[in-house]
């Protein structure tokens, strides 16, 4: 029998109030990453601390690169890369909200929708981040300009803040935009590592660490030579002002009064939400998804991803059998709802084609009555001219 449908703002209190240990019984998926199991930069580089950064708080330990689904990394928030419904979709989003159940759903319902550029926290549910942002990135169909990098450097900026608001300590970022919205990879890289790195500047005391979690070769490839560029130097205490005012290295970021403004917008103001009390707890050993070169090429990326969202939304499952049933009920509801529309539609389709087909049968009918009446008046005058009675195909025709 199907448990009662569970009501998402209970479920909420409940899970955010969780242990750590309690919590990981409830991941949908048995498998998840741990913070401490995600290299910083600086341990993936192994590069020696020199004397000058001996004790400092350097940008290379606040930021990581991971290749892998971003559902199973046990931080305290991921990024979704929604669209303005916030009802789901496909690619990371539908990944997120199938990890996460569909609690997560029920909740994006009430917060009727976001804009471009803005971002709108949830909790996590099911999944082993505590919090989902969603953000929705520009649809720029391979086209940069000055509004899409704008937009998508406001969807970094507004989920960071969202970050910083809500006390969280870890975060993690999918290429927002470059799938099906069709950012460029690369200026998508490097607005997200400039942003990322003027925003951890600004408040390195704010935050332990921010992922850059791609999902196809293509993105790591990408990824992986513009880090080493970008966080190049390790000092994080804010840089001087420069002669103009501009905080140095300040990213293309909007200004301070519009992100306030998105954020008084969009900070989710139910009280349940309150910042977690406790930091990033410490996690067990797991092993880090190895950064293996897949072969995935650009041009093959569609198919890749396709392929490897499949795998993932095929096992993101693997909980308890009653609380699939439960969400099988739940899911087959909305399914139901949605393939009754679908047959609605079809209906429609099938009475138009008909009324169509009458309409053709009645021309056809009207033009033959013409030809038969023509072909009348023709016989009565001279044999020689050309049949052209319709029943006669001029191809069959005899000589
Ligand atoms: N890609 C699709 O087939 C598809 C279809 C419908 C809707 N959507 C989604 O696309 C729209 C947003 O476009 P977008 O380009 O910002 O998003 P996107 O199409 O999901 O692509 C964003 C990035 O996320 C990557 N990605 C996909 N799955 C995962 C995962 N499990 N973990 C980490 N990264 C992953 C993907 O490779 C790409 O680099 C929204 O409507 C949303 O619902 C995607």
């Known amino acids: ?61 606040k930021v990581s690169l991971y290749k892998g689904d971003i559902t199973i990394l046990e931080v305290d928030a991921i990024v979704n890369a929604a669209n303005s419904s916030l009802l789901g979709g496909g690619g990371v989003d539908g990944c997120i909200h199938k990890a996460a159940g569909s609690c997560l759903y029920e909740e994006c319902i009430t917060l009727n929708g976001c ?22 990135g520009p649809v720029a169909r391979g086209h940069v300009g000055e509004t899409e990098t704008k937009d998508l450097t406001a969807c970094y900026q507004n989920s960071l803040e969202l970050v910083k608001g809500f006390g969280l300590r870890s975060v993690a970022f999918p290429c927002i935009s470059t799938g099906i919205y069709g950012f460029p990879n690369e200026p998508a890289a490097n607005i997200a590592l400039e942003t990322v790195k003027s925003w951890v500047k600004e408040n390195h005391d704010k935050i332990e660490r921010v992922i850059f979690c791609v999902f196809l070769e293509a993105d790591y490839r990408i990824y992986k030579e513009k880090i080493l560029q970008v966080f190049q130097d390790n000092d994080v205490t804010t840089e001087e002002d420069t002669e103009d005012g501009q905080k140095a290295g300040a990213g293309t970021s909007p200004s301070k009064e519009s992100r306030s403004k998105n954020q008084s917008e969009d900070r989710h103001d139910d009280d349940e939400l309150d910042p977690p009390k406790e930091d990033a ?38 909980e308890p059998e009653e609380k699939k049933a439960d969400e099988k009920s739940e899911n087959t509801e909305m399914e139901k709802d949605a393939t009754e529309k679908d047959t609605e539609i079809e209906k429609d389709t099938e009475k138009e084609k008909e009324k169509e087909k009458e309409k053709e049968m009645e021309t056809d009918t009207s033009a033959s009555e013409q030809i038969n009446a023509k072909v009348e008046s023709l016989e009565g005058s001279d044999p020689t001219e050309t049949d052209s009675s319709p029943s006669k195909d001029p191809v069959d025709k005899k000589e």
Request: glycine fraction near 4%; proline fraction near 2%.
């Open 281 to 318: 707890d410490n996690h067990t050993a797991m092993e880090q998804e190895t950064l293996d070169s897949q072969t995935g090429e650009p041009e093959e990326k569609k198919a890749d991803e396709k392929s490897e969202n499949k795998e993932m939304e095929k096992d993101a499952t693997g």
């Open 115 to 136: 804009e471009t550029g803005n971002a709108k926290i949830t909790c996590g549910y099911d999944l082993p981040a505590k919090y989902v942002i969603h953000t929705v």
């Open 1 to 61: 029998m199907s448990r009662k449908k569970k009501d998402w703002k209970t479920e909420k209190d409940r899970v955010l109030n969780m242990s750590l240990e309690e919590r990981r019984k409830e991941y949908r998926r048995s498998e998840y990453v741990p913070l401490d199991q995600i290299n910083t930069w600086k341990q993936s580089q192994s590069t020696e601390v020199t004397e000058e950064e001996e004790g400092k708080d350097l940008l290379r330990d």
